[in-house]
Nanobody, 116 residues
Framework: VQLQASGGGLVQAGGSLRLSCTASGSSFMINFMAWYRQAPGKQRELVATINSRGSADYGDSVKGRFTISRDNAKNTVYLQMNSLKPEDTAIYYC???????????WGQGTLVTVSS
């Protein structure tokens, strides 16, 4: 399975961006999808996860500002990012897993830069 993320870019603080990630190369629905991010010099950080029924969970730093959603028919996950802060600057990676506790597949990442 391949995961292709898009939608990153440069935005001013307080602005919004919407990331998309589409999975291809598989006949099966990816039940668990997630966004992680990694800023320069920092560890990878959970942003949000969502299962096939739409149940979502968020990292503390993005709660109330980011919303994860998915379109199961398109095997696509979205990340709506509002009220962006400079500390949100990072490479955002999308991932997917067929089963709870199973192996995860990761895309190449998309860069989000938030200017102050």
């Amino acid at each position: 399975v391949q995961l292709q993320a898009s939608g990153g870019g440069l935005v001013q603080a307080g602005g919004s961006l919407r990331l998309s990630c589409t999975a291809s190369g598989s006949s099966f629905m990816i039940n668990f999808m997630a966004w992680y991010r990694q800023a320069p010099g920092k560890q990878r950080e959970l942003v949000a996860t969502i299962n096939s029924r739409g149940s979502a969970d968020y990292g503390d730093s993005v709660k109330g500002r980011f919303t994860i959603s998915r379109d199961n028919a398109k095997n696509t996950v979205y990340l709506q990012m509002n009220s962006l802060k400079p500390e949100d600057t990072a490479i955002y990676y999308c991932g997917g897993s067929y089963t709870n506790g199973g192996s995860w597949y990761w895309g190449q990442g998309t860069l989000v830069t938030v200017s102050s």
